[in-house]
């Protein structure tokens, strides 16, 4: 069985697939590309933070009262999961849509 790809080796994958089909120049595939990898940037940034704090975290409040909660970043994590997969979404269209030109 094939083991996962990590997220870089996604982007170049991508970046491989692009020069197949000739859009590695095109100014839409290179902004939204620029836009995956900062997207790839983040997700490490906010896995490297839920690794180091925890998927759980407290506050504490007046008085003294802590409430336990669940790490921010993880919620951040998954809105960026979402965009990054909607821009990979764009990408593939941009690829494609050059192969019908």
């Not at 995956?36 to 975290?57: N, P, S």
């Not at 407290?58 to 790490?71: C, L, M, S």
């Amino acid at each position: 069985m094939k083991e996962k790809m990590n997220l870089n080796e996604q982007a170049q994958k991508i970046l491989e697939i692009a020069e197949e089909y000739g859009v590695n120049s095109n100014f839409l595939f290179i902004n939204t590309f620029k836009t995956y990898l900062v997207q790839i940037r983040i997700l490490q940034d906010l896995d490297k933070a839920i690794k180091k704090d925890g998927t759980i975290t407290t506050k504490e409040y007046v008085k003294g009262r802590e409430n336990i909660y669940t790490h921010p970043a993880i919620k951040e994590y998954n809105n960026t999961v979402n965009s990054a997969n909607r821009t990979v979404t764009t990408l593939m269209k941009i690829i494609r849509g050059s192969k019908e030109d």
